[in-house]
């Protein structure tokens, strides 16, 4: 099979949450388990940082990894879903996953695949910690993709766990609660192993100290040691001092990331770089450079994106109330003559609980996503002028784009978002 005829295939046989929904989704590690021992438990050979959270888990991860590439360890990510290419989710020092590597390995397992009948990413997690074996990476970054605790990534034994922050995002798979969500994402914590957690939030701090207690696991909260306090920034960069312990200890720490959302992040990479161990060392030269030039090394996408400058244009994935939240955040801080939103949300998310938090005073271009979750931009666009946020809607995303950037004027700013797979379509 050719590139384009395997991707075809994976998207045709196997369950994908990305374009179906609850229907993808295992309740248990009982595939990954098998098709891992099938390829002689890869997994097992791996160091590894494993990072969970409802935000934040994608850029620590991205984060971690920079660093770690530039401090000269030769470094795996697995992240999830990806944005253009399937290569996206398993990358080695920024590099894709080569074309050929994946059509040789769905045609080596295809059998097994039939046999096991794994989900779409179950059998991406199971090739990603393939091909780090075979590449023999000095450190593996994986970031979970739901949960944590049922996630297809949990079969590893990892150096070291981070939990970003925790907010109401799949309920329908983790629980109504921030202490259940909580309780999924601390899934991930093993015995021994040290956790940083990222943010004390007083609804999930006795989750998280409960389970570490019970696993024997030494525990850290990054905000209660280091504080990443923003000193200016552009759209392509912030500057932090960051002080530890409440003292100045990194000074001008220029980060390739933009937003105020990032300093939680970066609270967390720089304690999970104090806990990593000591045969791993990470100079403050390299800190600095990888932080640096985040997107650069890592083929970092789709946070915060700077699209155009004339009309300013920026993307951005958040997708969730805390997301959302912090979105709206960072719009009050620009300066534009007119705030143009091109939006659209998948169905399985919640129109009248995420919409509040964008402003109503926007130009609002709806579309649908184009995967089958997609909800119809008619819906959309009915339950936003249901809460004053009024717009059009249109056939798709390229087209609600078009339309935003006819309206606009060369003051105006353009934000497309509300969902992973409509940044998809623009980056």
């Known amino acids: 099979m050719t590139y384009q005829q395997t ?12 374009r179906i929904g ?57 992240t999830s879903p990806h944005y253009r290419d399937y290569r996206e989710r398993i990358k080695l020092d920024g590099e894709l996953v080569p074309e050929q590597y994946v059509v ?12 096991i009948q794994p989900s779409f990413f179950e059998i991406s997690v199971a090739m990603a910690f393939d091909y780090f074996a075979q590449q023999q990476v000095d450190w593996a970054v994986i970031e979970v993709g739901m949960g944590g605790r049922l996630d297809s990534t949990n079969i590893i034994r990892p150096e070291l766990c981070i939990i970003t922050n925790i907010s109401y995002d799949h309920q329908q798979f983790l629980g109504e609660t921030l202490p259940e969500i909580a309780g999924e994402k601390a899934g991930i914590i093993k015995p021994g192993v040290p956790v940083v957690i990222s943010e004390i939030q007083e609804e999930t701090r006795p989750v998280f100290l409960a389970k570490a207690e019970e696993q ?12 990443a306090a923003d000193t200016g920034s552009d759209l392509e960069h912030t500057t932090y001092d960051i002080y530890k312990d409440g003292s100045l200890q990194l000074p001008a720490l220029k980060v390739n990331v933009h937003g105020a959302y990032q300093a939680k992040n970066i609270q ?52 969730n109330e805390a997301g959302l939240r912090a979105v709206a955040a960072e719009l009050n801080k620009l ?93």
């Not at 089958?372 to 784009?401: C, I």
């Open 7 to 18: 991707l075809d295939y994976l998207y045709q046989q196997l369950p994908m949450f990305q």
């Open 22 to 78: 609850p229907a993808a989704f295992k309740k248990d590690l009982t595939n990954i388990r098998a098709l891992c021992e099938a390829l002689g438990n890869p997994q097992d050979r791996l160091r590894c940082v494993h990072i969970a959270g409802t935000n934040g888990k994608g850029s620590t991860a991205h984060m971690m990894a920079a660093v770690l590439q530039a401090a000269g360890y030769r470094t795996g990510l697995y």
């Open 268 to 319: 967390a990479v720089l304690q999970a770089v104090e806990c990593l161990p000591k045969d791993t060392p990470i100079s403050e030269t390299a800190l600095r450079a990888g932080l640096s030039e985040l997107r650069q090394r890592t083929r970092f996408l789709g946070r915060w994106q700077l699209l155009s400058h004339r009309p300013l244009t920026l993307c951005d994935s958040a997708h």
């Open 104 to 115: 040789n390995f769905v045609a080596q397992h295809r059998s097994l695949m039939e046999e």
């Open 335 to 427: 300066e534009y003559d007119q705030l143009h939103i091109v939006l659209g949300m998948v169905n399985d998310k919640p129109p009248h609980k995420l919409l509040p938090y964008l402003p109503e005073t926007a130009h609002y271009y709806f579309a649908r996503p184009d995967i089958p979750r997609g909800l119809d931009a008619d819906a959309l666009a009915e339950a936003a002028a249901a809460l004053g946020r009024n717009g059009v809607p249109y056939v798709s995303v390229a087209e609600a784009l078009k339309a935003a950037q006819a309206k606009a004027g060369p003051g105006d700013l353009i934000y497309v978002g509300g969902s992973i797979f409509v940044v998809a379509e623009v980056v």
């Open 216 to 227: 024997g696991a030494p525990f850290i909260f990054a905000e209660a040691h280091y504080r």
